[in-house]
């Protein structure tokens, strides 16, 4: 278990670059008039590798539409952007939509939009790049698409994964740590939706750089009590406000991530709730591995645990740094 978690600090202090939320690609056929359809997709991909699947990629169209002229791609701040037009004999029902690959093991979320029907949205992986149009949407399908992306949030969404963890190293106990994350998601479900609908917002920049200087107020805090296991904080005497409170931040954040996304008009509150859930999962999976990894932890010799702790605590803390650096200055 120490083997492990110093693995997985390594693993993050190696991937400052990939501190930003996870922004699934998007690909979306929207029905402009009777038998005219757009398709149009954006790939997000690692810097430099856009350039590599823009030379192979392809849209995948229904077999009963032709395309107007050749599909148009460029490149924009490390995502490919592609549209073409489309022609289409009859309603596209049954039919596949999509593009000819996902770079790695990327996903992306497919919609189609006709004029006068429910939006369809589907989830693409790198094994399934495509989707089939259905004659009847299944109401599910939102459902069950947002809640993943809400999940693979903070799975995948290497900040706001680092401010979870490193809430359960200052907190430690169960119960605390699980009421300061559902505050945590409380907080961000608030800001979240009043950005969503136009209500509240802030400029990417500063929200990204505010939830560096999250992390590495925990990372500071934990840092205290390592040295003076006595020491009460800000955190640990008052746990779930401090999370209620760094929450608001992160649900901006959030809020540009579904931004990029985008959400189904018609099924918009389905979309908010069913990320909100997906979020607050993907925090209580993070929360439970983190506190079983500490529980093996006690079993090794005194020394040992302090080590690992301090390696974990300095690796979140210089991380955040950086992050924070890094947004400051751009």
Request: glycine share 6%; net charge negative.
């Amino acid at each position: 278990m120490i083997r492990l978690l110093i693995g997985l600090v390594a693993i993050l202090a190696a991937l400052p670059v990939s501190a930003h939320e996870l922004r699934p690609s998007v690909v979306e056929l929207r029905e402009i008039e009777a038998g005219e359809y757009t398709l149009e997709w954006k790939v997000t991909l690692a810097i430099g590798s856009a350039a590599i699947l823009a030379d192979r990629l392809e849209p995948v169209i229904p077999e009963n539409c032709t395309m107007q002229g050749d599909p148009v791609q460029n490149i924009q701040s490390a995502a490919l952007m592609g549209r073409v037009n489309l022609v289409c004999e009859g309603a596209p029902a049954g039919e596949n939509f999509g593009l000819s690959e996902l770079l790695g093991k990327s996903d992306a979320i497919a919609r189609f939009i006709p004029q006068d029907a429910p939006t369809q949205s589907f989830r693409l992986t790198a094994d399934a790049p495509s989707a089939t149009i259905l004659a009847e949407p299944s109401p599910l399908s939102v459902l069950f698409d947002y809640f993943i992306i809400g999940a693979e949030h903070i799975v995948f969404g290497w900040d706001h994964l680092l401010f979870v963890i490193a809430l359960v190293l200052l907190v430690r106990t169960p119960w605390p740590v699980v009421k300061a994350a559902t505050a945590f998601t409380i907080a961000h479900s608030i800001t979240l939706v009043a950005t969503i609908l136009g209500y509240s917002g802030l400029p990417s920049r500063p929200v990204e750089a505010l939830i560096a200087l999250s992390i590495v107020f925990l990372a500071v805090e934990v840092a205290m009590v390592l040295r003076d296991p006595e020491k009460r904080t800000l955190t640990r005497n008052y746990p779930w406000a401090v999370a209620f409170i760094f929450g608001l931040v992160h649900g901006f954040g959030f809020a540009g991530a579904l931004a990029d996304i985008g959400l189904p008009q018609t099924q918009l509150a389905t979309a908010l709730f069913a990320f909100n859930v997906g979020v607050e999962a993907g925090q209580l999976l993070v929360v439970a591995i983190t506190l079983l990894i500490l529980a093996a932890l006690r079993r090794a010799p005194e020394t040992a645990q302090s080590r690992t702790l301090k390696l974990a605590t300095y690796a979140i803390g210089t991380t955040g740094s950086f992050w924070l650096i890094e947004r400051l200055i751009g």
